[in-house]
C-alpha cells in the first residue's frame, strides 16, 4: 500500500512539471531502468515525441508514454494483436478504417502493409497526433464521432483514462456538443483492390456505430471490435448487441480474446 501511495505521489508530481522538464527526468529513468524509448517536446506543453533507435510517434497524454518501453514497434504489434489482426490478410489497395482511433497506432500499422487509413476522433489533441502520426501533419484526421445517425450529440470528455464516449460515464472531465455521422454516409468503398477492414472501439458505442454502417457493411470483408465492459455507468459489455448486428450482416465470428474482450469477424459474402 505504502509503494502504490508513493508511486502515486510521484506521478502526480510528474505530470505538473513544464513538458521539458518533465521529459528531462523521464529519459534519465529510462536510462537507469534500461527502456528502449525516450521523449521530447514537441508543441507546446500538449504534445510530446517517443521514439526509439528505428521509430517514433507523437502523443498528448504524458502517462502513456511507458507503453513504448519495449519499442514503438512492438507497442503496435500488440496492439494491432489484440485486435486480431495477425489473422487478417492484407495487402496494397486495402482500407483500413479506424473508429476510435486515438492517436493512430493503428494508422501506421495500416501504412506499413500499404493501405490507405481513415481515422474518425473527436478528441482534438489525440486527432491532433494522428495528422502528425499518420498525414504528415496535414489536418486529416475525421474530427467527428461515428454514430447511428447524422447529428449534433453530446460528448462525454474522459481522454485520461482513455474513457471518452457519447455514451454517459462517471467521472467525465467535461462534455460538449460535437458532429457525429454514420460511416454509410461518410465513406464510399467502391473500387478497393485489397481488403477492406473496418475496426470499432466506442467506449460502449459500439452497436450503434455498427448501425450506422449498415449500408456498407456488404462491402467491408473484416470486422474487429472491442465490445468489452465498457458501457455507460453500468459499464455493460456490448458482445450481444455487436454480435447480433454483424451476424444479421452476414458476418461469421473469427477469433475472440476474453481479455480485452474483442473480436474479429469475417464477411461470409466476400
Not at 528502449?36 to 510530446?48: K, M, Y
Not at 521514439?51 to 514497434?73: M, P, Q, S, V, W
Not at 474487429?224 to 465470428?253: I, M
Request: charged letters at 25%.
Amino acid at each position: 500500500m505504502r509503494m502504490n501511495l508513493l508511486s502515486d505521489l510521484q506521478a502526480s508530481i510528474l505530470v505538473r512539471l513544464p513538458l521539458t522538464v518533465y521529459c528531462q527526468v523521464i529519459n534519465m529513468r529510462n536510462r537507469i531502468r534500461g527502456k528502449a524509448h525516450r521523449i521530447s517536446p514537441f508543441e507546446g506543453n500538449h504534445i510530446l515525441k517517443a521514439y526509439d533507435a528505428t521509430d517514433e510517434i507523437f502523443l498528448c497524454r504524458r502517462r502513456l508514454h511507458n507503453r513504448y518501453r519495449h519499442g514503438i514497434r512492438a507497442r503496435i504489434d500488440k496492439l494491432a494483436k489484440e485486435y486480431h489482426l495477425d489473422h487478417v490478410p492484407t495487402k496494397p489497395g486495402g482500407l483500413f478504417i479506424d473508429c476510435g482511433a486515438n492517436i493512430g497506432e493503428l494508422g501506421l500499422w495500416a501504412l506499413a502493409r500499404g493501405m490507405d487509413y481513415v481515422a474518425f476522433e473527436p478528441e482534438p489533441l489525440e486527432a491532433r497526433c494522428i495528422d502528425l502520426n499518420v498525414y504528415g501533419g496535414e489536418p486529416k484526421a475525421t474530427r467527428k464521432a461515428l454514430w447511428k445517425s447524422n447529428s449534433s450529440i453530446e460528448f462525454f470528455s474522459k481522454p485520461e483514462s482513455e474513457d471518452s464516449s457519447i455514451i454517459e460515464m462517471d467521472g467525465a472531465q467535461s462534455q460538449m456538443i460535437i458532429e457525429a455521422v454514420r460511416l454509410d454516409t461518410e465513406i464510399a468503398l467502391n473500387g478497393r483492390t485489397g481488403p477492406v477492414i473496418f475496426k470499432v472501439e466506442g467506449e460502449g458505442a459500439e452497436p450503434e456505430i455498427l448501425e450506422g454502417a449498415t449500408g456498407v457493411l456488404p462491402s467491408i470483408d473484416f470486422v474487429t471490435v472491442d465490445c468489452g465492459f465498457e458501457r455507460g455507468r453500468e459499464k455493460s459489455p456490448t458482445f450481444v448487441e455487436s454480435n447480433a448486428l454483424l451476424a444479421d450482416a452476414g458476418f461469421r465470428l473469427q477469433e475472440f480474446e476474453f481479455g480485452r474482450v474483442t473480436a474479429l469477424y469475417h464477411n461470409a459474402n466476400r
